[in-house]
């Protein structure tokens, strides 16, 4: 078993919020699509916490970004001892740069 598979996953509110309120914002225009993109976030997580060096290194130490598969969706966490903790979740067509300041200010 790795190392990291102890770890647990942890959700920033903001971002925890973010998603929420994209799978139901999904949902209220095809419920079936707001499944299949829980699964694949679902998935992805999974992944992470296995190999929580998958994602791509930000220009922030310790950080990482990882789009979720067919989704247009990508999460940014940061990798701890006993945890992965998810800090943004964002459409890929947004202004990241906007919503990185912002959560990194707080979020």
Do not use: C, K
């Amino acid at each position: 078993m790795p190392a990291s598979a102890g770890r647990r996953l942890e959700w920033a509110p903001r971002a925890l919020q973010a998603y929420i309120d994209s799978l139901a914002h999904i949902a209220d225009e095809d419920p079936r699509t707001a499944g299949l993109v829980q699964e694949r976030v679902e998935h992805a997580l999974d992944v992470i916490l296995l190999h929580p060096g998958i994602g791509v290194r930000t220009a922030r130490r310790g950080e990482r970004r990882f789009p979720i598969a067919n989704t247009g969706h990508v999460i940014v966490y940061r990798v701890t001892l006993a945890a992965v903790r998810v800090h943004v979740w964002y459409r890929a067509r947004q202004n990241v740069r906007r919503r990185l300041r912002v959560d990194a200010n707080g979020g």
